[in-house]
Nanobody, 120 residues
Framework: EVRLVESGGGLVQAGGSLRLSCAAS????????IGWFRQAPGKEREGVSC????????YYEGSVKGRFTISIDNDKNTVYLHMNSLNPVDPAVYYC?????????????WGQGTQVTVSS
């Protein structure tokens, strides 16, 4: 069974940075896609970023492109989301999830989420 655990969330000032981690156990990220999603109160969940473990290709939602960077460490079985220039649209619970392709619609494995809060 695959288990995903997010960490790294917290409180940061506007313009600051955080690094989120998604650690996997029970399996590796070989030949899979790992995505980051977020959900703010009263809003629907949205995809933020995705990376393919096989070729390293990445995807970014438009509002985070240029500010966030997704990366993978296969040796540590961990995916990271570096979040820079955080602003008031970014606070949410961030989740990581796994599927076969970044373009897929079904994400079979999810973590518990980690809270990101931005102060002014």
């Amino acid at each position: 069974e695959v288990r995903l655990v997010e960490s790294g969330g917290g409180l940061v000032q506007a313009g600051g940075s955080l690094r989120l981690s998604c650690a996997a156990s029970g399996s590796t990220f070989d030949d899979s896609a790992i995505g980051w999603f977020r959900q703010a109160p009263g809003k629907e969940r949205e995809g933020v970023s995705c990376i393919s473990s096989s070729d390293g290709s990445t995807y970014y939602e438009g509002s985070v492109k240029g500010r966030f960077t997704i990366s993978i460490d296969n040796d540590k079985n961990t995916v990271y989301l570096h979040m820079n220039s955080l602003n008031p649209v970014d606070p949410a619970v961030y989740y990581c999830a796994a599927t076969t392709y970044c373009s897929g619609s079904h994400w079979g494995y999810w973590g518990q989420g980690t809270q990101v809060t931005v102060s002014s």
